[in-house]
């Protein structure tokens, strides 16, 4: 049993569990702010280009019987089935726009990790190729005799 809560401590304390579940958290919040994007902002828009439609209020009822509500929700307690598309059309607006906002984020944090990394390659390599004294071709960094012309290098040549 002792095994097994060490196993289970160094599991929940590794950097990826608590990576995730404070992404989770950030991720819930983000979700309140996309929400009210859509339901206050993004949806009057739409309802004003639609000529007053809200899609919360579009459903279908589900039944053969010949009544009518304004709303999903009064045809619930009434006790009828209903089919809300209206609130499939806002959810699927909602993951829309969560999906861009996160593709323009990770973009964003990618672009400037580019940055930093255009500046470390920018840093000069370090030389794998040197001139042979005697006939003048590259030659291996390391070479202690010339390939070319079979010279024997001078010693400081040999130096890395």
């Known amino acids: 049993m002792k095994a097994f809560l060490e196993e289970f401590k160094k599991f929940i304390m590794r950097g990826n569990v608590?990576?995730?579940a404070?992404?989770?958290i950030i991720g819930g919040a983000f979700?309140?702010?996309v929400n009210s994007l859509v339901n206050d902002i993004v949806s009057p828009v739409?309802?004003?280009a639609?000529?007053?439609i809200n899609f919360a209020d579009k459903f279908i009822l589900l039944t053969t019987d010949e009544v009518t509500f304004a709303t999903a929700e009064a045809a619930?307690?009434?006790g009828y089935a209903t089919l809300n598309y209206g609130s499939f059309i806002t959810a699927v607006i909602n993951f829309l726009i969560m999906a861009t906002v996160i593709f323009l984020l990770v973009?964003?944090?990618n672009k400037v990790s580019e940055i930093g990394k255009k500046k470390e390659e920018e840093a000069p390599a370090e030389p794998t190729t040197k001139v042979c004294p005697f006939c003048k071709s590259e030659i291996a960094i390391d070479a202690v005799k010339c390939p070319n012309c079979t010279s024997d290098l001078p010693e400081e040549e040999n130096a890395e």
């Open 22 to 24: 404070v992404g989770v």
């Open 50 to 52: 639609t000529k007053g």
């Open 18 to 20: 608590i990576d995730l």
């Open 107 to 109: 973009k964003g944090i």
């Open 46 to 48: 739409i309802s004003l």
């Open 76 to 78: 619930k307690k009434a």
């Open 31 to 33: 979700q309140a702010i």
